[in-house]
């Protein structure tokens, strides 16, 4: 049972006051067709769209079925328009981007109805109003009457408990009249009918109750009823429009305008457009370097020192604030020592890196801090030599090692790659090609490494013992084929009466006791492109360092040393660390100090990388060993300056993508205007304010996706004749190539800043007022 008890509207223009309502009470039956009628002005309408939930009361009370509306929230008399009331106006308010069977839906769409079931009730209610053979048509294609029929249809579809017309053959002819009020009388029978109308007659023929109003008041009813109030046995049944529906639904309003929203789409296109070509031609320029630097870094080395960085830990601050002067100084550990990596290189770790594939790398070198004892013999004159005072990378940090591979500035000597199968690539043969002498063979065989403009480190000649002056040319037959001796611990050195071990004179018979070296060939790198992996001087294979620690491991010094845990040479007292040290220097130890991995190519490097990476898994952080990829920190530092160039163009090119949310937001705020009525029948149904936003919402999202489709495709095909002009310019094919993924992105960009653009019209949209919206053309 509907009632209205003292019902109030009041409606304030200006300085004029208007009593649409002036304490209304009425009660309703819950089957009976009750006509309501009354001047213009006389509040009948008011009073319909009050009951329909589309207006609010200033006071009095509306009473559903026993329950009060007095505290009713905005969702609840959202979700009473859906369960309880249907609507039929005077000019039919079907949404024309819709078929008719979709209209009839629609309200079953906010109640969430099931697909089936909502297309079987849709059905039943268009052929209950005799449309069974119209139910797949558009509303354009129906007459008057027919679009009335289907506004019934919509209106019983969800079987509300009331059914409120407002004027329903106002717009038709009086035959068509006649059919519309047959039908709604014939509905009366099953729920409670209110219509109001300026025509007595049909009041008089139909209806079963008539009711007379005037300046906002009641002024006869033929048929009072008075009934007894009911238990509070009213339940609601909260609405949501789904996403899905809005899409549908704003898909289906968008293509009506196919030609503004192609336009529309292309001028928001246009930042996407732009900013697509940046990033094409940044990633083909950036493919192009890394093809260039694959090349020339094919074979740079995976190097694995004993300290290394580790740049999954410690601070990353690279803020360059300046701090206020408080009148004090902060110690801090350096954040490099903070990040700092001891590797402990073991001989099961030595063992797992020569089982590397040798189709990934067949080109190892192990450093080791191993001293040689040389002895050089120039005319009878003996001396000691060195090839360096200790491997050149032995003890430095990741960053030295890098500095010295890269600049090939290291004075002294270098130990050369040794190849895991021989009848693959050789290291040497790859990356050098000899001016003077022979490939070495055996392990006593030593190489003289030069630069490209045919240098050698003037410290490295003379700690061969070459006296030799700066810029001084010297022919290479001098060189190939200079020999040397290599001494063993027992005849090097000698054991004083204090324990202490000094290096004995040297002399012909210390010399003749060595093992020969000799220098074999000149080599330098084959192309100005090359990188001189290799530093300057002498260079020998791993082999010759195993075959001296084999000689020395249990020489008297290394015995002495290995039982003392002070220095044998000097007396210092020695950790943990130092002792390994100098084990090490002395041939006591076979473990090396530092291994470099070459690659065979740029693609193997990474099959290295997961190599290397698998022996770290499951491992505590400390046993963990961290290796230095040169390559990639040389291919980072030549992409910074592109990528610094992409930002900036990229930055100039969002300009236009501002203008592009602008512009939807325009666009939208349009649409709201013309689909008005269209909001406002949505609501008559029982849609939220949210899901008037999210209609809205699902449009701009239709066209945000649209712009960034439209706007990448568009830049995808910029790039062939982008590319054809570079070509010209540069003999650089195919530069420009859009990254997959940027494309992705940039759809992504597009959607969310058209959805930003036109959220605000969409907001604006959920807050008109119903009754005012129908009211709209």
Not at 183 to 198: A, G
Request: charged share 20%; glycine share 6%.
């Amino acid at each position: 049972m509907l009632q209205l008890k003292n019902l109030r509207k009041t409606y304030h223009v200006g300085d004029t006051v208007t009593h649409a309502l002036d304490d209304v009470s009425i009660s309703f039956r819950d089957k009976e067709f009750v006509a309501i009628l009354g001047p213009s002005g006389s509040g009948k309408t008011t009073m319909l769209n009050i009951i329909g939930g589309l207006d609010r009361y200033d006071s009095g009370d509306l009473i559903i079925n026993g329950k009060s509306t007095k505290n009713f929230k905005e969702t609840d008399w959202d979700a009473y328009r859906n369960n309880s009331v249907g609507f039929v106006f005077q000019n039919y308010n079907l949404i024309p981007h819709l078929s008719i069977m979709d209209n009839v839906e629609l309200g079953m769409d906010l109640s969430g109805v099931s697909a089936k079931e909502r297309r079987e009730k849709a059905e039943q209610a268009l052929i209950k109003v005799g449309l069974k053979d119209h139910m797949h048509k558009n509303p354009n294609q129906l007459s008057g009457g027919q679009m009335q029929r289907v506004a019934i249809a919509r209106a019983i579809a969800n079987d509300p408990d009331i059914l409120l017309c407002d004027e329903p053959t106002g717009a038709l002819d009086t035959k068509t009249s006649v059919q519309i009020m047959d039908l709604i009388k014939d509905l009366s029978k099953d729920r409670l009918v209110i219509m109001v109308t300026h025509n007595p007659e049909l009041a008089k023929k139909y209806a079963s109750r008539i009711v007379n109003f005037k300046d906002g008041k009641i002024l006869s009813d033929s048929d009072p009823y008075n009934g007894e109030e009911k238990a509070d046995s009213f339940e609601l049944k909260r609405t949501k429009m789904s996403y899905w529906n809005a899409i549908k639904l704003s898909f289906t309003n968008i293509m009506t305008k196919k030609g503004r929203t192609i336009l529309t789409a292309f001028a928001s296109s246009i930042g996407i457009i732009s900013i697509a070509v940046v990033l094409s031609i940044s990633n083909g320029f950036q493919q192009q370097i890394n093809t260039t630097m694959s090349k020339a870094l094919a074979q740079y080395p995976v190097a694995i020192t004993a300290t290394a960085t580790d740049l999954t830990s410690g601070p990353q601050n690279t803020s360059t604030k300046i701090a206020k002067n408080n009148g004090y100084v902060t110690a801090k550990q350096d954040q490099s020592e903070q990040s700092s990596h001891n590797n402990t290189i073991t001989e099961a770790y030595v063992n797992y890196v020569k089982k590397i594939n040798p189709n990934y790398a067949n080109n190892i070198s192990y450093q080791r801090a191993t001293n040689l004892n040389l002895l050089s013999n120039n005319n009878g004159k003996i001396s000691r030599v060195q090839f360096s005072n200790s491997d050149p990378n032995a003890g430095q940090s990741v960053a030295q090692m890098r500095s010295q591979a890269m600049s090939s500035m290291g004075i002294g000597s270098s130990v050369f790659p040794t190849a895991l199968n021989k009848n693959k690539h050789s290291f040497l043969k790859d990356n050098y090609h000899i001016l003077a002498g022979t490939w070495s063979s055996k392990a006593t065989d030593l190489v003289l490494v030069a630069d490209n403009n045919n240098t050698v480190n003037i410290n490295s000649l003379k700690n061969l013992g070459i006296d030799v002056k700066n810029g001084e040319k010297i022919n290479l037959n001098k060189l190939v084929g200079k020999t040397f001796s290599i001494v063993s611990n027992n005849d090097y050195y000698q054991e004083l009466p204090t324990g202490m071990f000094v290096p004995q004179k040297a002399n012909k018979s210390m010399y003749n006791s060595g093992k020969k070296l000799r220098i074999t060939a000149v080599i330098r790198p084959k192309s100005e492109d090359s990188m001189q992996l290799l530093a300057t001087g002498i260079a020998y294979s791993d082999r010759l360092t195993q075959q001296i620690i084999n000689e020395n491991k249990n020489s008297a010094i290394v015995k002495a040393q290995r039982k003392s845990n002070t220095s044998v040479l000097t007396g210092q007292r020695l950790n943990k660390t130092e002792k390994k040290q100098i084990m090490q220097t002395l041939g006591g130890s076979s473990i090396p100090t530092g291994i470099m991995i070459y690659p065979n190519d740029f693609d193997s490097k990474d099959k290295v990388l997961n190599y290397l990476d698998k022996w770290n898994k499951g491992k505590s952080k400390k046993d963990k060993i961290i290796y230095t990829d040169m390559s990639s920190a040389v291919t980072t530092m030549t992409g910074g300056l592109l990528n610094g160039v992409t930002i900036i163009l990229i930055a100039f090119a969002a300009i236009s993508l501002i203008t592009s949310m602008i512009m939807i937001g325009i666009l939208t705020y349009t649409s709201v205007l013309e689909r008005t009525k269209e909001i406002g029948v949505l609501k008559a149904l029982g849609a939220r304010k949210k899901d008037i936003t999210r209609v809205f919402d699902a449009e701009t999202f239709i066209l945000g996706v649209f712009s960034g489709l439209l706007g990448v495709a568009i830049g995808y095909f910029l790039t062939f004749p982008i590319n054809s002009i570079i070509y010209r310019l540069t003999d650089l094919s195919n530069v420009a190539q859009l990254n997959p993924v940027h494309a992705l992105i940039l759809i992504i960009i597009s959607t969310v800043l058209t959805l930003l653009g036109g959220h605000l019209p969409a907001r604006m949209a959920a807050k008109k007022d119903a009754a005012i919206a129908l009211r709209s053309e």
